[in-house]
């Protein structure tokens, strides 16, 4: 049986978030069991309320931008939906935004501590982004 992986997405950069994507979704396609728990720059792209486009932090965000990579919201709903991937939104940030459960992209499974994602991560790898 493959360790499950917990990933902590913070970073509101294209190379984070684009990578962040690409990993979550090549784990749970290959059969891994894959938590996301986001916060931060990152939450407010996991919301109904967001259309803008992530900045860039340097020449290869640029780069990647001229090219056709899948958008990374693409990777992530396709992480849900044909992996065994859930994504869940971070309690503190719902509150700060003063976001709820209805304003979160349909793929966002809920709301999440992080206790309790910390508490589950002990049983697998965990990665930060």
């Given at each position: 049986m493959?360790?499950p992986?917990y990933?902590?997405c ?7 978030l684009?990578?962040c994507?690409?990993?979550a979704?090549v784990a749970?396609v290959?059969g891994?069991?894959?938590s996301?728990f986001v ?6 792209h996991f919301?109904?309320?967001s259309a ?10 640029d780069?990647?931008?001229t090219?056709?990579?899948?958008p ?5 709903d ?5 992996g065994?991937?859930?994504i869940?939104?971070?309690s503190m940030?719902?509150?700060?935004m003063?976001i709820g459960k209805?304003d ?6 809920g709301?999440l501590?992080?206790?309790?994602f910390?508490?589950?991560?002990e049983?697998?790898q965990?990665?930060?982004?």
């Amino acid at each position: 049986m493959n360790t499950p992986l917990y990933v902590i997405c913070l970073s509101g950069n294209i190379e984070h978030l684009q990578f962040c994507a690409m990993t979550a979704s090549v784990a749970a396609v290959s059969g891994r069991k894959v938590s996301i728990f986001v916060s931060m720059n990152a939450f407010p792209h996991f919301t109904n309320k967001s259309a803008e486009t992530p900045p860039t932090t340097g020449p290869f965000g640029d780069l990647m931008a001229t090219k056709k990579l899948p958008p990374f919201m693409e990777l992530f709903d396709n992480a849900v939906e044909l992996g065994d991937a859930e994504i869940f939104a971070c309690s503190m940030a719902m509150d700060v935004m003063g976001i709820g459960k209805d304003d979160l992209k349909p793929f966002v499974a809920g709301a999440l501590g992080l206790t309790k994602f910390l508490s589950d991560a002990e049983s697998g790898q965990l990665l930060i982004f």
